[in-house]
């Protein structure tokens, strides 16, 4: 089983749809979470940390289930610069602080 | 916001030759910095920890002797990838942690060996 697991998609939505990726981990000493966003042929890019309690930043809101080892980010009014690959990462913590990548979901929003 | 500079940006090499990648955290300093490799359609995939004045950590299956890494100040870690052949051509990147800004990616290297 892979450590952090996305439905690589590829997802094509209308503008201004409202779109949820999930992803599972299965390390559950993992502590800390977060969504990249990666534009093809780029480095990848913070888009938000996640927490138990649920985080909103804009359109986007992440959350978290610890029990279910299960994190989610759902975007609303997706436009079309949201076209992107969204990974799910992991920090399992521990003395060496490695992230561990999803294989990333692809999102593609259309006129 | 804590800013790391790779480069190259892409290099193409013939079979057999060696490739440096430099990474630089300009703004803060690094004790640690990650190499990851990411081949088309696959995810990032660590290959080793870059300890400043240290040995570098190699994740499991990633040679050593083929990925040179040296880290000998705090602000610079380089990868050498050592008689290249065609299957190491992918995406490289590097990657510090900085205390107030979490983790910081360096734009990449597209290394093509033919």
């Known amino acids: 089983r892979k450590e952090v697991e996305q439905d690589p998609g590829p997802f094509n939505v209308p503008e201004g749809a409202t779109v949820a990726f999930n992803c599972t981990y299965s390390?559950?000493?993992?502590?800390?979470f977060f969504w990249y966003r990666q534009d093809c042929r780029k480095e990848p890019k913070l888009l938000m940390s996640v927490y138990s309690s649920g985080n909103e930043d804009g359109r986007f809101t992440a959350q978290l289930n610890r029990a279910s080892q299960y994190i989610s980010l759902l975007i609303r009014d997706s436009k079309l610069s949201d076209s992107a690959t969204y990974l799910c990462?992991?920090?399992?913590?521990?003395?060496?602080?490695?992230?561990?990548f999803g294989t990333g979901t692809q999102l593609k929003v259309e006129l | 916001g804590a800013v790391v500079s790779q480069h190259p940006s892409w290099v193409i090499c013939k079979s057999g030759t060696s490739v440096k990648i430099e990474c630089r955290s300009l703004d803060f300093q690094a004790t640690t910095m990650f190499w990851y490799r990411q081949f088309p359609k696959q995810s990032l995939m660590l290959m080793a920890t870059?300890?400043?004045?240290?040995?570098?950590?190699?994740e499991q299956g990633v040679e050593k002797d083929k990925f040179l890494i040296n880290h000998a100040s705090l602000t610079l870690s380089t990868l050498t990838v050592t008689s290249a052949h065609p299957e190491d051509s992918s995406f490289y990147i590097c990657?510090?942690?900085?205390?107030?800004?979490?983790?910081?990616f360096g734009s990449g290297t597209r290394l093509t060996v033919v």
């Open positions: 990657s510090a942690r900085d205390q107030d800004y979490g983790y910081t």
């Open positions: 390390n559950s000493a993992s502590q800390s």
């Open positions: 990462v992991v920090n399992i913590g521990g003395g060496g602080n490695k992230l561990t």
């Open positions: 870059s300890n400043e004045g240290s040995k570098a950590t190699y």
